[in-house]
């Protein structure tokens, strides 16, 4: 049985890095945001790094513009974006001064951290201003971003943070006191305060919850950045921003908002499997027979040519390919691969040793080794 109390002083004994997310609806004004460094700076000063994801650009930017309604032309968002992109820094970075720190911003789109070099260069920086002491305030790139490059809302953007970055915890300070249970008679009943894995019931109780006080992202997309934190071994803790002392609250080990826990036998998951599992697109899929999906999911098997049934798209030797079994499409894995799709095409049924006869050099055994590769 799990201890509610128990989880959660457990988990923050072993935070020192956090990835903190704050809506657009609780920055409303200087005050809001005073509030919110105060404890940034008490979590600092308790020896933890904090990283912040931030909204309220284009909310600052309607205000400086005396708007009362967002526009629905992309480019006036943009603009609106970047004109409030510079008011909220200014306040950011004030807030800051009076406890003797800096504050960096960093915007990203989704492509920068699909792009494998990009996403190092990320981490990077990060790292950089952590070790100097720096507070790193990231947000999307609105004014640049169109449909293909958008993370969707920060809330995905603050899990994404969360396993690239490796923080120990994630925090996402929203409108509403944490993830409610459904009542037989469909009315949201009582807080629930810790869950160990995301379920499908879990789903269909958030699908309920969603409204306007969720701005762009509601309950369901907090569910699915849990379920990203936790399928790489991480944890997401949702709570109501409405609380000014609530961070303070959390890391008392208090009973507050939802906690998420990664099911029972998930560990931490490595940086360049957190990268395949959730940044990487694939260029190609190879379809598989059963005997080697069973090998690739029961045995930790690397993915031998032997086991391939048909190989679909163009891609080239360290792409990344969608791992499928033929039987019934499913999705296994994705996985970096040592051949061109016109050589594994060529290769596939045959064994490794016929490879150096069929490729006419030397190469390697396996179409993905075990080692790039992660299980879906």
């Not at 849990?226 to 790489?232: D, I, K, R, V, Y």
């Not at 190879?286 to 999906?293: E, I, L, N, P």
């Not at 390919?321 to 039987?327: F, G, M």
């Amino acid at each position: 049985m799990l201890d509610p109390v128990q989880a959660r002083k457990q988990i923050l004994k072993n935070s020192r890095r956090v990835v903190l997310k704050v809506g657009t609806r609780l920055l409303a004004d200087q005050t809001a945001i005073a509030r919110l460094v105060l404890q940034i700076h008490e979590l600092r000063q308790s020896g933890r790094q904090v990283i912040l994801v931030s909204s309220g650009a284009v909310g600052m930017g309607m205000r400086a513009s005396g708007l009362k309604r967002r526009p629905r032309h992309l480019s006036e968002v943009q603009a609106l974006a970047a004109m409030g992109q510079v008011k909220l820094m200014a306040m950011y970075e004030a807030e800051c001064a009076k406890y003797g720190f800096k504050a960096a911003q960093l915007l990203l789109t989704a492509d920068d951290l699909r792009s494998r070099e990009r996403h190092l260069n990320a981490v990077n920086c990060i790292e950089a201003l952590l070790a100097h002491d720096v507070l790193p305030i990231i947000n999307e790139n609105d004014p640049v971003s169109v449909s293909e490059l958008k993370f969707g809302d920060n809330d995905t953007l603050a899990a994404l943070l969360g396993s690239m970055i490796r923080a120990d915890l994630t925090i996402i300070l929203t409108t509403v006191d944490g993830l409610l249970d459904k009542n037989p008679d469909g009315t949201l009943g009582k807080r629930i305060s810790v869950v160990r894995g995301v379920t499908a019931g879990l789903k269909e109780i958030a699908s309920g919850t969603d409204d306007a006080a969720f701005s762009i992202g509601g309950m369901a997309s907090k569910l699915n950045a849990a379920e990203l934190l936790n399928s790489a071994g991480e944890a997401l803790w949702i709570a109501s921003g409405s609380d000014a002392d609530v961070i303070s609250r959390i890391f008392a080990a208090e009973d507050v908002g939802t906690v998420f826990l990664p099911p029972d036998g998930i560990h931490k998951m490595g940086s360049r499997k957190r990268w395949l599992a959730s940044f990487s697109r694939p260029s190609g899929v190879v379809s598989v027979d059963d005997g080697a999906a069973d090998a690739l999911t029961k045995k930790g098997s690397s993915l031998l040519p032997s086991g391939v049934v048909s190989v679909t798209g163009n891609f080239r030797r360290g792409d990344v390919v969608k791992i499928t079994r033929a039987s019934d499409g499913a999705v296994l894995a994705k996985g970096i691969t040592n051949f061109s799709s016109e050589e594994a095409g060529l290769i596939a049924h045959h064994k490794s040793a016929d490879l150096t006869t069929l490729l006419g050099c030397d190469a390697e055994d396996e179409l993905v080794h075990r080692n790039n590769m992660v299980l879906l």
